[in-house]
């Protein structure tokens, strides 16, 4: 019987799009013009684009623009997911699958639009083990704020205290936690040892080394803490 519900971010999490997502913002740049701070993009990870336009870049904050601005980035970056391909994290989909066929409902909860998860997600062998997709234009604040995270829960039909969040970025931790679900960091964008990742219940290096059984069994017990190495 189900007695839990996983929820993914997307970027980092489930699909390896660093390096496009890179990209895109210097492409944007070149074509605006505009300089891009160094450390910029690091910090970025989790957070929406009008976010980064305004707080990190400062480039404007003209509603208008900030639309246009971040439509353009993401036809970049989907323009080079179309030419490049999509990276998986690896042990990303077997996780999916054991857990799909354990029961455990699964949801996507990211800043990302949705159109680029739907590119990527028509690519994916396990795009049908996602009980709810939650993207940018679902809700109206982003990471930190826990909305994306409450939202996947309730179009899963569990209360948040069931839910463990896999993340791999510091905003959306934050936002796991204000949820008051349990958070899993993914060591993929940032070491394990990185403060960026303490906010964490857990710390793994990847999804290979989560095996069912002992995950539920700390998952059960309420434990935090615990990083690469203490085993699941």
Do not use: Y
């Not at 839990?4 to 999490?13: C, E, K």
């Not at 994916?124 to 993207?135: I, Q, Y």
């Not at 204000?178 to 993929?188: I, K, L, P, R, Y």
């Amino acid at each position: 019987m189900q007695t839990w519900a996983a929820v993914f971010d997307w970027d980092g999490v489930i699909v390896d799009s660093s390096r496009q997502h890179e990209e895109a913002w210097h492409r944007l740049a070149a074509e605006e013009h505009r300089p891009l701070p160094p450390g910029f993009f690091q910090r970025s990870f989790g957070m929406k684009n009008d976010k980064v336009l305004t707080e990190l870049l400062g480039w404007t904050e003209d509603t208008d623009e900030l639309r246009c601005l971040s439509l353009r980035k993401e036809s970049f970056f989907r323009e080079s997911v179309r030419q490049q391909g999509v990276r998986l994290v690896p042990g990303a989909i077997a996780w999916l699958d054991s857990l799909h066929a354990a029961g455990i409902p699964c949801a996507v909860a990211s800043s990302t639009p949705r159109e680029n998860i739907d590119c990527a997600l028509s690519a994916l062998p396990s795009a049908n083990r996602f009980g709810a997709v939650v993207t940018a234009e679902d809700v109206t604040h982003g990471k930190p704020h826990p909305e994306v995270f409450l939202t996947a829960a309730a179009r899963l039909g569990v209360p948040p205290t069931v839910c463990v969040v896999f993340e791999d970025a510091q905003v959306g931790i934050a936002a796991a936690r204000a949820a008051g679900m349990q958070v899993v960091a993914v060591a993929t964008t940032h070491p394990a040892d990185s403060p960026a990742l303490a906010g964490a219940d857990r710390i793994v290096a990847g999804f290979t080394e989560l095996r069912l059984r002992d995950f539920e069994s700390w998952r059960s017990a309420g434990a935090r803490g615990g990083r690469v190495g203490d085993g699941f």
